[in-house]
């Protein structure tokens, strides 16, 4: 049988694709892009973008595609032998886009392209790609550039392992529990539990580390010692502080190798510190503007949160018999707070989020909103509950997706939006291609035959990925560099995932997600009142909560010596911006994966800064909603053309005062968040 890798006459052959492919695949394709380098920067070949794409972008495309479908089903469908063969690769792949994105000849070919001949769309991705030469080491030489790429090859290596440490971290706790030792756990997730203990032949209720088993048990349990027992391994995943066999997945070295190497890079490239590379290409202009805006945001918060743990102390020692509340009980307290207060339970409200009935609502909004229709469609899938469809207008295909929700062994956690492959007006063949992109999520499997049932913030998250996926699949952008995601500032990427999420509180298009369980009925108008008067509970504490993630971040690559430990320096943040401290024992940030492998590096408070961004966007809507509360579709329309389908052919603050005529403004964020003070710009 032909290498699955190696056929790129449609979609990526999931179900065909095994480890042994891995090597001779990336062979080919190597020689292949080696070669298109070879005959681009020969002296004689024109520097002329389109001739250059035709014969470089296109070798290129193909082992970032192929290396893209190896990369996705490491994170989704992990097996020892995929693991072995995506590391053995790795350093290849790495070496080669390390050594393409600082060539000085493709460089030079580069810059002696005349920008008078390139269309508006060509001369961005021609800006991009000059800067991130510079970016790449495309100006160093000799021994400076040797070791700038040795630390390129390393980082992608400290990255994986990282990762690796993570997910083994999570796949591998266990504790098996008794019924007594589960009393307030909701019966789904206790059901949940038991077939997994079954499924190990073992008595009792598995408990683990996954989000759909971990955070209930956390919110619900009513055994504190239950909740300190998951709390503690799961905020020492992946690190020193972790019991017994589990220190194998330590990430500290790790972390301190990886820092300093960014570090060092830095500085080959002129730079003080990584945190200043890191800003090169995004909106923020400094990391000084940067943390300059954290604590601003920081300052103005933090008398909400105050008062948000003065009230929970108080429920708990007036209503729980808990005088001095640990850090595992806070989540409790917290649940049982919000139930005193609103009346209502997350379960309660689960029970009317059916999976299937909120895809439909989401699907709803997406078409009435942006004028587009969704199918199902097929195509290779990597696990019988991935699901493929396709967006279209106008009769005509805009993108396709594909949706794997249920969390599993060998699936990394968290959510995340994934290209597959990008818009372009191909210069071989002179077709368009049209998007595709990968939506992942780790939801809750249905119990006893029912469909899953997702909490609120599940459904928060599906949108907010959607988000992602529409600013990839609706773009209208041709040059597949700044088309959909691509070539958007990293500080901006999130602003359509973040608006989308806005939806999720509004009554005209929540009411036609939902469906109890059991009775079928929609979600009643008063139990929707209740989550609407809840909303912003505890914002306070959540917006420290990100602020404290963020000003780490971006002080762990500016001022920090990776030389020293640097759980000082997050106890110092710790101590500056939040109102809840974690036990000494706690290492959250040996799972940070964002920032130590997932692209986020001195960049986490882009989800900060592009919420600024998306709640003054969505602003745009409430103040156009129609008499029947739904959204406006030309508003939609104009979002659409402005954001969505511009993509990254112009500047993310361009695009945003094409929507709004004037620049953002802290003041809707703050307002949807129960904040609102005086107006700030950004």
């Not at 990391?287 to 920081?298: K, N």
């Not at 956690?413 to 002179?430: E, F, I, K, S």
């Not at 996926?469 to 995932?497: F, K």
């Not at 971006?554 to 036990?583: C, G, I, K, W, Y």
């Given at each position: 049988?032909?290498n ?25 394709l ?7 380098l ?9 520097a ?12 290129t495309?193909?082992?970032?595609t ?9 994170s989704?469908a ?22 393409l ?6 460089y030079a ?35 400076a ?13 400290l ?27 909701p ?10 203990a ?13 989000m759909?088993c971990?955070?209930?048990v956390?919110?619900f ?9 998951l ?14 066999d ?9 972390i ?12 080959l ?13 995004k ?35 007036e209503?729980?018999s808990?005088?001095e ?17 609103y009346?209502?339970?997350e379960?309660?409200?689960?029970k ?15 078409e ?17 509950a991935?699901?493929f ?20 062994t ?39 035959g029912?469909?899953?049932?997702l909490?609120h913030d599940d ?28 070539g ?29 369980v ?15 008067a ?30 020293q ?5 997050l ?8 109102v ?5 024992f ?10 130590f ?18 709640a ?9 909603a ?7 579709t ?7 053309e ?5 993509g ?6 361009e ?6 005529g ?8 703050l ?5 609102a ?5 950004v």
């Amino acid at each position: 049988m032909s290498n699955a890798l190696l056929d790129f006459s449609d979609l990526p052959h999931f179900d065909r694709i095994t480890p042994p492919d891995v090597a001779p695949a990336m062979d080919v394709l190597l020689e292949r892009a080696n070669a298109a380098l070879e005959t681009v920067t020969a002296p004689d070949f024109p520097a002329h973008w389109e001739t250059i794409a035709k014969v470089l972008d296109v070798a290129t495309e193909q082992l970032g595609t192929a290396w893209g479908a190896v990369s996705h089903l490491n994170s989704v469908a992990d097996t020892p032998e995929l693991r072995a063969a995506y590391n053995a690769a790795l350093p290849r792949v790495t070496e080669f886009w390390t050594r393409l994105g600082a060539d000085e000849r493709l460089y030079a070919k580069y810059k002696a392209i005349d920008p008078a001949s390139l269309s508006p769309e060509q001369r961005q991705a021609h800006l991009n790609a000059v800067r991130n030469f510079v970016l790449s080491g495309a100006e160093l030489t000799g021994t400076a550039k040797e070791r700038f790429a040795q630390i390129q090859e390393r980082q992608a290596e400290l990255s994986q392992k990282f990762s690796e440490n993570a997910l083994d971290a999570t796949d591998a706790y266990a504790y098996y529990a008794t019924q007594d030792e589960l009393v307030g756990v909701p019966d789904d997730v206790q059901q949940t539990a038991r077939a997994a203990a079954q499924a190990d032949g073992k008595v009792g209720y598995k408990l683990t580390l996954k989000m759909p088993c971990y955070l209930p048990v956390m919110q619900f349990a009513a055994r504190s010692d239950l909740r300190e027992k998951l709390y503690r391994a799961y905020v020492t995943r992946a690190s020193d502080q972790a019991e017994g066999d589990a220190r194998k997945f330590d990430n500290s070295a790790l972390i301190g190798e990886i820092l300093a190497l960014r570090r060092e890079e830095a500085q080959l490239l002129g730079y003080a510190n990584f945190g200043e590379v890191s800003v090169v290409p995004k909106m923020a202009k400094s990391p000084d503007e940067v943390i300059g805006f954290l604590r601003d945001l920081a300052r103005r918060a933090k008398p909400y949160a105050e008062k948000d743990v003065a009230d929970l102390r108080k429920f708990a020692a007036e209503h729980l018999s808990l005088a001095e509340p640990q850090a595992w009980d806070w989540p409790y307290i917290s649940e049982k707070l919000k139930e005193a207060r609103y009346a209502f339970s997350e379960q309660e409200v689960k029970k009317y989020f059916t999976a299937p009935k909120v895809l439909a609502g989401l699907f709803k909004i997406i078409e009435t909103l942006f004028e587009v229709s969704i199918r199902r469609d097929s195509a290779p899938v990597w696990n019988p509950a991935v699901e493929f469809y396709r967006i279209e207008r106008e009769g005509q295909l805009v993108g396709q997706f594909y949706l794997d929700q249920p969390a599993r062994t060998g699936k990394r956690g968290g959510a995340w939006m994934d290209d597959v492959r990008a818009r372009w007006q191909r210069p071989d063949t002179g077709v368009l291609q049209t998007p595709v992109a990968h939506l992942v999520c780790n939801f809750a499997e249905g119990v006893d035959g029912n469909p899953p049932l997702l909490t609120h913030d599940d459904v928060i998250t599906l949108f907010h990925e959607f988000g992602h996926g529409l600013h990839h699949m609706l773009t209208q952008v041709n040059e597949r560099d700044v088309s959909g995601i691509s070539g958007v500032e990293w500080d901006a990427v999130e602003l359509p995932s973040q608006f989308m999420e806005n939806f999720c509180w509004e009554w005209d298009v929540l009411k036609h997600m939902t469906a109890h369980v059991e009775t079928g009925a929609p979600l009643p108008r008063e139990l929707f009142d209740k989550m609407i008067a809840a909303k912003n509970f505890q914002s306070g504490m959540q917006t420290l909560r990100q602020i404290e993630f963020s000003l780490f971040d971006m002080l762990l690559h500016t001022d920090h010596d990776p030389a020293q430990d640097f759980m000082p320096l997050l106890n110092q943040v710790r101590s500056e911006v939040s109102v809840l401290t974690p036990p000494a024992f706690s290492r959250t940030a040996h799972t940070f994966s964002h920032i130590f492998a997932g692209g986020y590096a001195a960049g986490y408070y882009s989800y900060k800064w592009a919420e600024v961004l998306s709640a003054d966007a969505y602003a745009a809507f409430e103040e156009t909603a129609g008499s029947d509360g739904l959204p406006s579709t030309e508003t939609g329309r104009r979002y659409r053309e402005a954001i969505l389908e511009a993509g990254g052919s112009r500047p993310a603050m361009e695009s945003f005062k094409a929507f709004r005529g004037r620049e953002p403004s802290l003041d809707a964020l703050l307002r949807h968040q129960g904040m609102a003070e005086e107006v700030l710009s950004v």
